[in-house]
């Protein structure tokens, strides 16, 4: 069993940042070649999204899976190892077939695609990804690679594992060249938490696969080119184009000419974060792909210091990242965020109690230059009033009870007065700019409701001239789905003290979009520290209907046709086969209750959802044409009926549905059809009574009141 080094947290840090910094880097002009790059754009040293008209932060494939699929482990137990079949399961939880994280080309076409529609029939892994099945071709396209930088986070200085966790990972949807590709990155990443010699990890790295095999063959070959020719990268570049380029290796995006590029840059690079992300992106293919492993070793080998070194790319991105799931409490999340999942997972496979910083508020900002995802806010009342910066406390931390080394979000603000305020925040939802989401959708739940309580504790600057008029805020989506802003309690602080902010969310119209702190009234010029923010509780709230689409897009709808009006019944499914879901909430909701009213126009089977954590893991009461109220848990393709009790089953009768969680472990539920009161109830293993709410259909066509939520 491996042990974790003393700086893992601060490594597997800059290695989440240097993945998604090469991914956003290079996403503008994936596909791209060497050629066209370097006319229109030249060498690509820094972000290029604004000369391309897109967007920086995106959802994007290399990210949302490699950060996704190694819930495996917790959804698990944590098991030291792994098999392929539970990964594959994983697979079949968190995606939402032709809507999240994978590229949906088509059986034959996309790999992906190809394997999970293997495993939604039945056949698992490794013969779900295996050349045998599905042809050389598809099975060595690239996706292996560009997922495995999660996994061997987990697997600091031990390269055997890493290399081990690849190969099975990898099978779920690939074989041959493709896992041997991964296996290379995987081992390089691991290795990188102790050894800082890029010929030492590439030397131990090749250890791991066939010297027979292409991926051997093809980085042997680069290490000679770059040592006749150490200084011009595109003389390797072409020698790679003529060798191992797309026309000798086909398919849609192949691993083996996208494999040689990061060894081209990894070597020609010099060590330096940002030239290696610029020959990466430059020699042009799969850049979002070939930059974000490239930044994800790098990261990790080098620290925070390498990133910083240079060009500012943290500052723009802000930590911020989208993982669309079928848990879509989990969506808008950040890098610190994202982090700390991937230490703690590592820490309970080794028996390791879990890191919570600040006693796990969701914004502790513990990780060093993390804002997790805080920006100034662009109005016109508050533009350029504003900068962040993470610091250390130090003496300021004395009068707040808490350790000299604590980090803080400085809030630096400058001419805060009439007319003009500080205002910085975080999303807690899909922001207006990402509602039209281009290439891959951003599906996602709210992480904040009404009822919730909102902490925080803040830090006047001992400097500070003036007393900083202080508030907590959120902005929420109003009618036509504008920001509508809703502002806490005022709190005034004296330079030098500290406060803590208590604010119980009140209702609103619509999805809470993001969550922050005001600096307003004359506090002129000054500087407070957010030490921490973050909420407790379940919410106390009305689900639909609502004005515009965003309550709508509040829902993760795995259902093959979802709609929301503005009427007694907002929430309509419609399913031709098998059972749509449409969820919404966070997994570590529990102690609640879920109640709504639901009819059936014609269907086999209508439910209420509890304790949802994915499409296979969840509590539903359903109501089936056979007369029967079933309460039924899910685990993956095992389920169990908890409790049944007969009811009168008619088309387009109303019944009235409740079902609670309790954090024991307890169920219980009622159906109501207006005459008969019928209860049910069951007990899960206290460790699944959590996750969000939910509604399903089953073959056909069902309609959902209001869904209220509060607490038991």
Not at 246 to 270: E, Q, R, S, T
Not at 402 to 407: G, I, Y
Not at 645 to 661: E, F, M, N
């Amino acid at each position: 069993m491996f042990s974790l080094p003393t700086d893992y947290e601060e490594r597997v840090y800059a290695g989440v940042l240097g993945k998604i910094i090469g991914v956003y880097l290079g996403r503008p002009f994936e596909g791209w070649s060497n050629a066209q790059i370097e006319k229109e754009l030249g060498e690509v040293w820094y972000y290029v999204h604004d000369k391309l008209g897109k967007p920086l932060i995106v959802t994007d494939d290399d990210i949302s899976g490699t950060f996704t699929f190694p819930r495996a482990f917790p959804d698990h137990n944590n098991p030291y190892d792994i098999t392929a079949e539970q990964v594959g399961k994983t697979w079949l939880n968190y995606l939402i077939e032709k809507r999240t994280v994978l590229w949906w080309g088509g059986m034959g076409v996309s790999t992906e695609h190809t394997a999970y529609l293997r495993l939604k029939h039945g056949v698992m892994p490794p013969a779900s990804g295996s050349i045998e099945m599905n042809g050389q071709v598809v099975a060595e396209q690239i996706g292996a690679q560009i997922f495995i930088d999660g996994w061997a986070m987990l697997c600091p200085g031990d390269p055997d594992k890493a290399a081990g966790l690849a190969q099975r990972a990898a099978s779920v949807s690939h074989d041959g060249e493709a896992i041997y590709g991964a296996q290379v990155i995987a081992a390089m990443e691991a290795l990188a938490f102790t050894e800082s010699s890029l010929n030492r990890l590439l030397d131990q790295a090749v250890t791991y696969i066939p010297r027979a095999s292409v991926i051997w063959k093809l980085i042997h070959d680069i290490r000679g080119w770059h040592a006749d020719e150490p200084r011009d990268w595109r003389t390797t570049l072409r020698k790679i184009e003529e060798t191992y380029g797309y026309d000798k290796f086909g398919g849609g995006c192949h691993m083996v000419p996208n494999h040689a590029v990061i060894i081209l840059a990894l070597l020609y690079g010099d060590d330096d974060f940002q030239k290696s992300l610029m020959i990466a992106n430059t020699a042009g293919w799969d850049t979002d792909c070939n930059s974000g492993n490239v930044g994800c070793i790098l990261g990790i080998k080098n620290g925070l210091v390498g990133i910083n070194r240079g060009a500012d790319f943290r500052t723009p991105v802000a930590d911020r990242m989208y993982l669309p799931t079928a848990d879509g409490g989990r969506a808008i999340t950040d890098a610190g965020t994202v982090t700390y999942q991937i230490v703690n997972t590592a820490r309970a496979m080794q028996g390791m109690r879990p890191l919570m910083p600040n006693n796990g508020m969701q914004y502790h900002f513990a990780l060093p230059g993390s804002v997790q995802g805080f920006v100034p806010e662009d109005s016109t009342e508050s533009r350029g009033t504003v900068r962040l910066e993470n610091v250390v406390l130090g003496s300021l931390a004395e009068g707040a009870g808490v350790a000299n080394d604590e980090r803080a979000l400085k809030i630096s603000y400058t001419g805060v007065g009439p007319g003009r305020t500080a205002r910085v925040a975080t999303a807690t939802f899909t922001p207006p700019d990402a509602l039209s989401m281009p290439g891959y959708s951003l599906i996602a739940s709210p992480r904040l409701y009404p009822g919730q309580l909102v902490r925080a504790r803040v830090v006047a600057d001992e400097t500070n001239t003036r007393p900083a008029a202080v508030r907590l805020y959120v902005r929420y989506y109003g009618k036509n789905d504008t920001l509508e802003t809703l502002r806490g309690p005022l709190s005034a602080l004296d330079p030098g003290d500290f406060g803590n902010l208590s604010w119980q969310l009140p209702d609103v119209d619509g999805p809470i979009a993001e969550v922050g702190v005001k600096i307003g009234g004359n506090s002129g010029d000054g500087a407070l520290y957010l030490d921490w923010l973050g909420w407790t509780g379940i919410p106390e709230v009305t689900l639909g209907p609502g004005e515009g689409t965003a309550w709508k897009r509040a829902w993760v709808d795995a259902a093959e046709h979802f709609s929301a009006r503005n009427d007694s019944f907002p929430h309509r499914l419609i399913q031709n086969e098998g059972t749509g879901y449409v969820f919404q909430g966070s997994s570590d909701w529990s102690d609640y209750s879920v109640h709504t009213l639901a009819q059936a126009h014609l269907a086999d089977g209508i439910g209420l959802m509890a304790a949802v954590r994915g499409l296979r893991r969840h509590v539903a009461l359903v109501l089936s044409p056979d007369g029967a109220a079933r309460l039924i848990w899910t685990q993956d393709e095992q389920t169990a009926v908890l409790s049944d009790a007969s009811i009168q089953w008619q088309y387009d009768h109303p019944y009235r549905l409740a079902l609670s969680v309790h954090s024991d472990g307890r169920i219980t539920a009622s159906v109501e059809d207006g005459l008969v009161v019928q209860l049910l109830e069951g007990t899960i293993p206290a460790s699944q009574a959590s996750g969000a709410i939910g509604l399903q259909a089953t073959v056909g066509n069902a309609a959902f009141g209001p869904v209220r939520i509060e607490p038991v």
